[in-house]
């Protein structure tokens, strides 16, 4: 039986993306993990990940949890260097 960290690793994300994926979504991580796995297949759903990123930040902030915002931030920062194509 695979388990959820079995299939992180066969994916293009990291646990930190999925999770910020499941919490922009409102979805457990195992759906995360497929919506995020889909749409890491072109430029476009790869920017939309970015965005969701983003967006998890700005919430983060605007509730002052800078803890959750400065780990979404190194985050994105991952993403963006291992999808290298897409502007942060």
């Not at 983003?54 to 800078?66: K, L, Q, T, V």
């Amino acid at each position: 039986m695979l388990t959820i960290e079995d299939c992180i690793a066969m994916s293009d994300l990291t646990e930190e993306e999925v999770e910020a994926i499941a919490e922009h979504e409102h979805l457990p991580m195992m759906a995360a993990l497929e919506m995020g796995w889909f749409l890491v297949q072109t430029p476009e759903g790869e920017e939309r990940v970015r965005i969701m990123i983003a967006d998890d930040i700005a919430a983060a902030e605007a509730r002052e949890d800078y803890a959750r915002a400065a780990r979404l931030k190194r985050t994105l920062r991952r993403y963006v260097e291992a999808h290298n194509h897409i502007q942060q």
